[in-house]
Antibody, heavy 126, light 108 residues
Framework: QLQLQESGPGLVKPSETLSLTCTVS??????????WGWIRQPPGKGLEWIGSIYYSGSTYYNPSLKSRVTISVDTSKNQFSLKLSSVTAADTAVYYC??????????????????WGQGTLVTVSS | DIQMTQSPSSLSASVGDRVTITCRASQSISSYLNWYQQKPGKAPKLLIY???SLQSGVPSRFSGSGSGTDFTLTISSLQPEDFATYYC??????????FGPGTKVDIK
């Protein structure tokens, strides 16, 4: 059973860089059938997709965050990582990692997030 | 950018009620629409993918329908464990995803 686990600092100072890692267990991050993604949820608010990465390193980012986001993958460790620069209080959120299923046989853009990690709260504060 | 809206933003219902949640896209997204359930303090869980396909292990009281711009999630007989927030999510834009704002279902 595939599991994802987020890890990283729970507190980041304003203007600094938020760094999180997602460790994938129970399956290979190098599968051609999946992308891997980051999603965040500010306290009491909805879900926001941050970006996605393929095992080859190909990335897609939310246009609203693109200038500050870098997602990378380390296939040898079965991990992918998120860096978000120049953070402010508005970046305080629970950050989730998730597998993105690519079900191309059902249609070119038939993708969904499953499963998800449990999430990790990152607070931006001095 | 494709924007997603949901209605209502919240609803109160009783156990056994039939519940319908609507999701609307700002442009046609064919059937590239997924539904998730989120309970407090937990990660979202996939319920429905490709507008109407039930994820394995999800109870059959959940169903999805729609295509183009208008979609619905229906719970045929609300159970106590169904009180949660429900999100729609589009995947029409190649690997650029958007979620709806959510619909909270609570106990009447």
């Amino acid at each position: 059973q595939l599991q994802l686990q987020e890890s990283g600092p729970g507190l980041v100072k304003p203007s600094e860089t938020l760094s999180l890692t997602c460790t994938v267990s129970g399956g290979s991050i190098s599968s051609s059938s999946y992308y891997w993604g980051w999603i965040r949820q500010p306290p009491g608010k909805g879900l926001e997709w941050i970006g996605s990465i393929y095992y080859s390193g190909s990335t897609y980012y939310n246009p609203s965050l693109k200038s500050r986001v870098t997602i990378s993958v380390d296939t040898s460790k079965n991990q992918f990582s998120l860096k978000l620069s120049s953070v402010t209080a508005a970046d305080t959120a629970v950050y989730y990692c998730a597998r993105i299923v690519i079900a191309a046989r059902r249609g070119p853009n038939t993708n969904w997030f499953d499963p998800w990690g449990q999430g990790t709260l990152v607070t931006v504060s001095s | 950018d494709i924007q997603m809206t949901q209605s209502p933003s919240s609803l109160s219902a009783s156990v056994g009620d039939r519940v319908t949640i609507t999701c609307r896209a700002s442009q046609s997204i064919s059937s590239y629409l997924n539904w998730y359930q989120q309970k407090p303090g937990k990660a979202p869980k996939l319920l429905i993918y490709a507008a109407s396909s039930l994820q394995s292990g999800v109870p059959s009281r959940f169903s999805g329908s729609g295509s183009g711009t208008d979609f619905t999630l229906t719970i045929s007989s609300l159970q106590p464990e169904d009180f949660a927030t429900y999100y729609c999510q589009q995947s029409y834009s190649t690997l650029i995803f958007t979620f709806g704002p959510g619909t909270k279902v609570d106990i009447k």
